[in-house]
């Protein structure tokens, strides 16, 4: 495969030309524009009422002033249209909310403004802050990774990244320096201002110490398309719980530093990227491989994202993956990972632990117009989403004052736990401040079913807590089925612009039961501080600290093969096994590490077998007989 730039890099244009074709909304598209925002805060945002106490904000109030300043316009005296856009993302950033965005019109939709190389935090052994580059796109030598950036336009670095991160909240402080970072060299235009600078300025020091400054300009190209297709009704956009700016810059780092995974992506079949990795029919959502330790060699799964449209294909595929690699512990690395479908990421929890998965409910505030569509979609008359869960409390709440529906979980329960466990060594879970929604999710759920340790090179995850629908998804809603709603405040927005909400909040289940997951994410059980030689060398010393939690854990196996009415077994680290055949219990054995034989008086479809280790359920599986 090649290593050159993609077409689309080599095709960039300078961010000054880029600008020069922007700049067509009229004063009534700007209006509209306005007035359909104020009906998704006011009348659809799930986490208004925690925003407006936790951050004191009043997002509502500033559009209405935005509202009455454009009243006072006309075509000739409208502000410079940068100035509207800057005003409406500045509203939308207000509430500190990753779901919640204004997405800006052509020719900003689709398009990425970057410089060539990416910037990553890493502590020196005497706990000191530095900003390396870790990467750069395939042609630009100016700069090697490894170079230590000391300025920004003259800036001091650290206080650069808090600066940027400041424009582009997060939920938390980990959340905003990560972004704030991340933005320095890359900007989905869709959904951030462009720069305002045309090039920067870098102050680095070289390997050698050397200090040099270089004057980089911004580039603008067009990103890689979505996977899937957040307007339209369908089962993969109603269950959307993606951060969209991670997931665009997901998308710009593959295309920017990855050309390999665009080209087998593009070019299908089971791809290894390495000759460690495991070939996989998904390059660019898994990652597999052995990766060798001080404390031994452990399976690397990395998860890039959740964003498929097919998530029982998802599924499969990380089974597939898991069973190719050392058994004696897995690290399972979702890190940077901004979402996506929220089938996928609960789907997952089964297959690494005996417990049955709850996955998390999920509520509506309640409000007239959510009413209204929840009434439309109560006996799924598409056969695209289901509403009627939420639809009786939504319809009694203004008799009994409820300022939320009553909490469902959007992941059908029996999906949650169709495969069950097929992991059986021991697992730990990397994570970061970019970790959000779907992937907030997913580690919730890990915390909440106690799958194992949580191994954070941030002191948070990025604490994204909804399902998230687009302003077209929602028009769709009264529009389908026919007749569509005459009366539906949703209008068409010009230009290929658009706006997400976070439409229902998930809450935690077991001990944390009810508790919100925005603004408050996943802790982990233990940190790591990412170093020199974790950017450079491959996560070298993380992947050691999470060898070192695997090894402190205990490895079992529960081996289960079926042929008529005998059950074969193959057990370690177990030592009682209990038998079920569709659910009714056949018999139960005591057990010791090896090969033991179980007879069943009665046949049917599925036979589960529970492992237990001093009374405990520690390991389970199903088999189709």
């Known amino acids: 495969m090649t290593t050159t730039a993609h077409p689309n890099v080599a095709n960039s244009v300078g961010l000054a030309e880029f600008l020069a074709t922007a700049g067509t909304l009229t004063l009534a598209q700007r209006k509209l524009i306005v007035d359909q925002a104020l009906i998704l805060l006011e009348q659809n945002y799930a986490h208004l ?81 530095q900003y390396l580059v870790a990467r750069t796109v395939a042609g630009f030598d100016a700069l090697a990774p490894g170079a230590e950036v000391t300025h920004w336009n003259g800036t001091p670095i650290a206080r650069a990244v808090a600066l940027n991160g400041a424009v582009f909240a997060g939920s938390n402080t980990a959340a905003n320096l990560a972004r704030g970072l991340e933005s320095l060299t890359l900007r989905p235009l869709v959904i951030q201002l462009p720069p305002d600078e045309d090039w920067v300025v870098v102050s680095y020091r070289t390997e050698t110490g050397a200090a040099e400054e270089l004057r980089v300009d911004w580039q603008v190209t067009e990103n890689l398309p979505p996977m899937t297709d957040v307007d339209s009704l369908s089962p993969a956009a109603a269950a959307q719980g993606v951060d969209l700016d991670s997931d665009e810059k997901a998308r710009a780092k593959k295309l920017l530093h990855a050309p390999k995974v665009v080209q087998a992506e593009a070019a299908g079949g089971a791809v290894a990227m390495s000759v460690t990795d495991v070939p996989t029919t998904m390059p660019g959502v898994f990652r597999a491989r052995p990766v060798v330790t001080p404390s031994g060699t452990f399976g690397h799964l990395r998860i ?118 097929t992991y059986h060594g021991p697992v730990v879970l990397v994570t970061d401040a970019r970790c959000y929604s779907a992937t907030d999710i997913f580690a919730a759920g890990w915390a909440d079913h106690d799958l194992g340790p949580i191994l954070g090179v941030d002191d948070n995850t990025g604490a994204g807590g909804a399902n998230v629908w687009t302003h077209g998804l929602l028009m769709a809603l009264l529009k389908i089925p026919a007749p569509f709603d005459a009366e539906s405040p949703y209008k068409s927005l010009p230009n290929k612009a658009n706006m997400r909400v976070s439409i229902r909040r998930t809450l935690r289940v077991g001990k944390l039961a009810g508790t919100p997951v925005e603004d408050l994410g996943v802790r982990p059980t233990h940190q790591h501080k990412v170093t020199r030689a974790d950017l450079l060398e491959g996560n070298v010393d993380l992947l050691a600290r999470a060898g ?16 008529g009415t005998t059950v074969s077994l193959d057990t370690v680290n177990l030592d009682r096994v209990d038998v079920y055949v569709d659910g009714r219990p056949m018999t139960s054995l005591d057990v010791t590490d090896g090969a033991h034989t179980a007879t069943l008086t009665a046949t049917g479809r599925e036979v589960r077998v529970e492992g237990f280790a001093e009374g405990r359920l520690v390991a389970a599986r199903k088999v189709a007989s």
Not at 73 to 91: G, I, K, M, V, Y
Not at 548 to 554: I, K, M, Q
């Open 548 to 563: 070192e939690l695997l090894d402190a854990l205990p490895v079992r196996r529960l081996g289960v093969a079926v042929a």
């Open 304 to 421: 890039f994202t959740f964003s498929v449209d097919d998530p029982d294909a998802f599924l499969a595929e990380f089974v597939r993956l898991a069973n190719l690699l050392p058994q004696n512990g897995l690290i399972v690395d979702v890190r940077d990972n901004g979402g996506g479908h929220i089938f996928a990421s609960e789907f997952l929890l089964q297959t690494m632990t005996p417990k049955p998965i709850a996955p998390e409910p999920v509520q509506f505030l309640s409000t007239p117009l959510n009413l209204r569509i929840c009434r439309r979609h109560a006996e799924d008359p598409t056969g695209q989403i289901n509403l009627g869960p939420w639809f009786p409390s939504l319809d009694s709440s203004t008799e009994t004052g409820q300022a939320f529906s009553c909490s469902h979980t959007i992941t059908p329960v029996e999906g949650a736990n169709a495969v069950g466990q």
């Open 49 to 129: 009422p925690l925003k407006v106490a936790m951050h004191a904000v009043n997002p509502v109030q500033r559009l209405r002033v935005l509202r009455a300043r454009l009243e006072r316009q006309t075509d000739a005296t409208a502000e410079p249209e940068w100035q509207f856009h800057r005003e409406l993302s500045s509203t939308f950033h207000s509430v500190r909310d990753l779901h919640t965005n204004y997405l800006l019109p052509a020719p900003f939709a689709g398009k990425i403004a970057f410089l060539p190389f990416q910037l990553e935090r890493c502590f020196a052994d005497d706990g000191t802050e």
